[in-house]
């Protein structure tokens, strides 16, 4: 081994390649949802499939990459502004899943009676309020830092958004399943996209795990100090 390679140096190599396969992925899914959807006109549930899907697994992604030392696209931007993108790709990212989700809402008497609809839906719920909590982490108004400390609304700002992701992704596996997919994609390229789904998914929380879990130990570190 080289002098002065360690396993944090390899580790970094590795994820800064998962990273920007990653990158890859997302950008491959992003022109697949574009053409399905304009190819269907962006009617109906082509433009909940573009917007939901484009909000979850191509903006929020990126979001939740935004912060990650590896990221060929951030990583030559300072703390404060990669907070900002976070910020605005969470925004669009959220707002474009809102929509498109309250355009299926309204078009149908029924919403949860399959496993995608209501695994949406709780998304679409976690997104909303993952958004407010996300100005609130941002912000940190002082009514806030009453209740709790900054570290601590980082901490729930963290762990929340990854619920709120997986829940996101979890609905767009599952719509995979559904009869729009199986109606206009070809059955044998609809195991592909679940695949590419889930390396996504698996990749894209890599470094919000490893954020969380810092936090979770500082968080642990804190209450025991204040129990002593």
């Given at each position: 081994?080289?002098?002065?390679?360690?396993?944090?140096?390899?580790?970094?190599?590795?994820?800064?390649?998962?990273?920007?396969?990653?990158?890859?992925?997302?950008?491959?899914?992003?022109?697949?949802?574009?053409?399905?959807?304009?190819?269907l006109e962006f009617k109906d549930?082509?433009?909940?499939?573009?917007?939901?899907?484009?909000?979850?697994?191509?903006?929020?992604?990126?979001?939740?990459?935004?912060?990650?030392?590896?990221?060929?696209?951030?990583?030559?931007?300072?703390?404060?502004?990669?907070?900002?993108?976070?910020?605005?790709?969470?925004?669009?990212?959220?707002?474009?899943?809102?929509?498109?989700?309250?355009?299926?809402?309204?078009?149908?008497?029924?919403?949860?009676?399959?496993w995608h609809g209501r695994v949406?839906?709780?998304?679409?719920?976690?997104?909303?309020?993952?958004?407010?909590?996300?100005?609130?982490?941002?912000?940190?108004?002082?009514?806030?830092?009453?209740?709790?400390?900054?570290?601590?609304?980082?901490?729930?700002?963290?762990l929340f958004g990854l619920v709120?992701?997986?829940?996101?992704?979890?609905?767009?596996?599952?719509?995979?399943?559904?009869?729009?997919?199986?109606?206009?994609?070809?059955?044998?390229?609809?195991?592909?996209?679940?695949?590419?789904?889930?390396?996504?998914?698996?990749?894209?929380?890599?470094?919000?795990?490893?954020?969380?879990?810092?936090?979770?130990?500082?968080?642990?570190?804190?209450?025991?100090?204040?129990?002593?």
């Amino acid at each position: 081994m080289p002098e002065g390679y360690t396993k944090a140096t390899a580790w970094l190599q590795i994820h800064s390649l998962l990273n920007s396969i990653n990158h890859m992925l997302i950008f491959l899914v992003a022109v697949f949802f574009f053409i399905l959807a304009r190819s269907l006109e962006f009617k109906d549930t082509a433009m909940h499939m573009f917007m939901t899907g484009t909000g979850f697994h191509v903006l929020i992604a990126q979001a939740m990459m935004s912060h990650s030392k590896v990221n060929p696209l951030t990583r030559w931007l300072s703390h404060r502004n990669k907070s900002r993108l976070h910020a605005i790709l969470q925004i669009v990212g959220g707002s474009m899943v809102l929509l498109g989700s309250l355009g299926k809402f309204s078009s149908k008497e029924v919403h949860f009676n399959t496993w995608h609809g209501r695994v949406g839906g709780a998304a679409s719920f976690f997104c909303a309020a993952s958004i407010v909590g996300g100005f609130v982490n941002y912000f940190q108004p002082k009514l806030a830092l009453k209740v709790m400390p900054p570290s601590e609304l980082r901490f729930r700002h963290n762990l929340f958004g990854l619920v709120t992701f997986t829940l996101g992704m979890g609905a767009i596996y599952l719509g995979y399943y559904s009869k729009f997919f199986t109606k206009y994609v070809d059955t044998d390229f609809i195991p592909g996209m679940m695949l590419i789904t889930g390396i996504v998914y698996g990749l894209t929380i890599i470094a919000p795990v490893s954020s969380l879990l810092t936090k979770l130990k500082y968080r642990s570190k804190r209450k025991a100090e204040q129990v002593q």
